[in-house]
């Protein structure tokens, strides 16, 4: 299996910017499709973007395209998601998630512990 650990996350003002770093460490990181998944307080989890194997494949939510971009380093084993122009409605406990399949939704097989992400009004 891969594990998972998020960081990055932390208070930012409206219209700032935060990256987010997925380190994962396990088996083959290209073996895997990685997503961002959040999870506003008392909302069910919501998809965010994900990321092919090699990178060439990316998805973003309608909700942040334009403003956030996922992207992966397998030199690093690591995902990145860059997150400019920040709303409050932003503010969430963001996941990172492993799958073999590549895959717009919430389902999928590995999950990090999350990191908080709060943007101020």
């Known amino acids: 299996q891969v594990q998972l650990v998020e960081s990055g996350g932390g208070l930012v003002q409206a219209g700032g910017s935060l990256r987010l770093s997925c380190a994962a460490s396990?088996?083959?990181?290209?073996?895997?499709?990685i997503g961002w998944i959040r999870q506003a307080p008392g909302k069910e989890r919501e998809f965010v973007a994900a990321?092919?194997?090699?990178?060439?494949?990316?998805s973003h939510a309608e909700s942040v395209k334009g403003r956030f971009t996922i992207s992966r380093d397998n030199a690093k084993n690591t995902v990145y998601l860059e997150m400019n122009n920040l709303r409050p409605e932003d503010t969430a406990v963001y996941y990172c998630?492993?799958?073999?399949?590549?895959?717009?939704?919430?389902?999928?097989?590995?999950w990090g512990q999350g990191t908080q992400v709060t943007v101020s009004s």
């Open positions: 990321i092919g194997w090699s990178g060439g494949a990316t």
């Open positions: 396990g088996r083959t990181f290209s073996d895997y499709v």
């Open positions: 998630a492993a799958d073999r399949i590549f895959k717009t939704t919430i389902r999928y097989e590995y």
